[in-house]
């Protein structure tokens, strides 16, 4: 965004700028990176519906990092509820460790 001029020593920006920095701001909070913002922004410029292709990578992406938290929560909830006073001397807790280092990924190591 080029600068804008200025008035009375100070910069005033149109509401057009406004705007985009609210988009900016937008995007960067449901997810996207700057630079994926840039390429999003600048596919504009290819054609009308090339921006889809990107918010559906990006919906695939928060999907599988939703996914990841779930199984997160779950784990970390049997953890809190278990009878053991120290996790560490719990077998469920040494299984979920064992499974992680034969490289399962939580959802295969935790039993839901």
Do not use: T
Not at 31 to 59: C, M, N, Q, T, V
Not at 66 to 86: F, G
């Amino acid at each position: 965004m080029p600068p804008a001029a200025r008035v009375s020593g100070r910069r005033r920006y149109g509401q057009a700028a406004v705007d985009f920095v609210g988009m900016i701001l937008l995007l960067r909070d449901i997810g996207f990176s700057l630079s994926e913002i840039k390429a999003l922004i600048a596919s504009r410029s290819r054609s009308p519906d090339a921006w889809r292709e990107l918010a559906h990578r990006k919906l695939a992406a928060l999907a599988e990092r939703i996914s990841r938290a779930q199984v997160a929560r779950v784990a970390l909830q049997h953890a809190l509820r278990c009878r053991h006073e120290d996790l560490f001397n719990c077998p469920n807790f040494a299984g979920v460790v064992a499974a992680k280092l034969s490289g399962k990924p939580l959802e295969e190591g935790h039993s839901h």
